[in-house]
Antibody
Framework: EVQLVESGGGLVQPGGSLRLSCVASGFTFSSYTMHWVRQAPGKGLEYVSAISSNGGSTYYANSVKGRFTISRDNSKNTLYLQMGSLRAEDMAVYYC??????????????WGQGTLVTVSS | DIQMTQSPSSLSASVGDRLTITCRASQNINNYLNWYQQKPGKAPKLLIYAASSLQSGVPSRFSGSGSGTDFTLTISSLQPEDFATYYCQQSYSTSFTFGPGTKVDIK
């Protein structure tokens, strides 16, 4: 069964840091681009970041650029999101998702269950 | 960045109803459009990719259509398990923008 399990969320003060992890199983992790998407409480989905299969290419939304770093360890089947200079507006459930791509089009499937990041003093 | 809009933002419907949700992109995105379903407290689930391709395991009452800037998600006969929020997403650019969502609840 293809599965993604996030961890690392929790309560952090404004300006603080946190590292999220996403462990993959049931598929060849090193063959897929991986993504992070977040959802603030009661709000819609916001795309955060992506990393290519070998880690050589990354993408960040403007809202997190310079503060967040995406990385992966293919030997551990694990995706990471290092979050720094956290703000109240970063408070959200963070989902990791596997990227699928065919003929130039992309989609996300499956998604992990999410991990909640709370930014508060 | 490509902006995505959805209409309506919410609707009330009954079991058995035929439902259509519209998604519009701010520029031409060809057929690079996905639809997801999200239930409260759960992760989003892929329904449709590339505008009209049904994801494996998704019931055939779900269908997608459109290209360019205008897209629709149709549920042919609403079932109790379909009450959820639906999001479109463009994959034309790496900003992978989502629409604001359409919440479908019980009339």
């Amino acid at each position: 069964e293809v599965q993604l399990v996030e961890s690392g969320g929790g309560l952090v003060q404004p300006g603080g840091s946190l590292r999220l992890s996403c462990v993959a199983s049931g598929f060849t992790f090193s063959s897929y681009t991986m993504h992070w998407v977040r959802q603030a409480p009661g709000k819609g989905l916001e795309y955060v970041s992506a990393i290519s299969s070998n880690g050589g290419s990354t993408y960040y939304a403007n809202s997190v650029k310079g503060r967040f770093t995406i990385s992966r360890d293919n030997s551990k089947n694990t995706l990471y999101l290092q979050m720094g200079s956290l703000r109240a507006e970063d408070m959200a459930v963070y989902y990791c998702a596997r990227g699928e791509a065919v003929a130039g089009t992309n989609w996300f499937d499956p998604w992990g269950q999410g991990t909640l990041v709370t930014v508060s003093s | 960045d490509i902006q995505m809009t959805q209409s309506p933002s919410s609707l009330s419907a009954s079991v058995g109803d035929r439902l259509t949700i519209t998604c519009r992109a701010s520029q031409n995105i060809n057929n690079y459009l996905n639809w997801y379903q999200q239930k409260p407290g759960k992760a989003p689930k892929l329904l449709i990719y590339a505008a009209s391709s049904l994801q494996s395991g998704v019931p055939s009452r779900f269908s997608g259509s459109g290209s360019g800037t205008d897209f629709t998600l149709t549920i042919s006969s609403l079932q109790p398990e379909d009450f959820a929020t639906y999001y479109c997403q463009q994959s034309y650019s790496t900003s992978f923008t989502f629409g604001p969502g359409t919440k479908v609840d019980i009339k």
